[in-house]
């Protein structure tokens, strides 16, 4: 028998019992399998690779910026407060006519189209990896 070969058959034994009552078979069953054996390898003491689902810098401001957007809008912040606080605070000083053909109006009104799909249910594809 190769080396190695009954060690791999017994985690082959051992992921089909913890698998079939454990995790519905669904979409995310990927993303709950690569979970459960980084849990594994952590717990043997074997080497763990980070995790996939750990966002960028860049991505992490982004969803910060969004969700203070959602926190904003849940209050009642106007957009034009909402634009001077996340993008700029000239926005403050726009008149009514600047504002409406700003490039800020029209940010805010994509990240919170953004924003929302999230909220509504896109967060799924965030702890999916993708």
């Known amino acids: 028998m ?8 017994q985690e082959m034994a051992y992921w ?7 995790f519905p078979l669904d979409e995310q069953l ?8 980084r849990l594994y390898r952590h717990l043997r003491g074997l080497p763990v690779l980070p995790s996939p689902l750990r966002p960028t ?13 959602l926190d904003g809008r849940a209050v009642g912040a106007r957009a034009k407060l909402l634009a001077s606080v996340l993008i700029d605070r000239a926005v403050l000083e726009f008149s009514a006519a600047e504002w409406s053909d700003s490039r800020e109006r029209k940010q805010i ?3 919170t189209t953004e924003a929302k799909r999230l909220r509504d249910g896109g967060y799924t594809g965030l702890i999916a990896g993708r």
Do not use: M
């Open 109 to 111: 009104g994509r990240w």
């Open 30 to 37: 990927g993303v709950r399998i690569a979970a459960a054996n």
């Open 16 to 22: 089909r019992v913890l698998i079939r009552p454990a």
């Open 57 to 69: 810098e860049l991505q992490r401001d982004r969803h910060l910026r969004l969700f203070r957007l």
């Open 2 to 9: 190769k080396p190695g070969l009954l060690e791999r058959i």
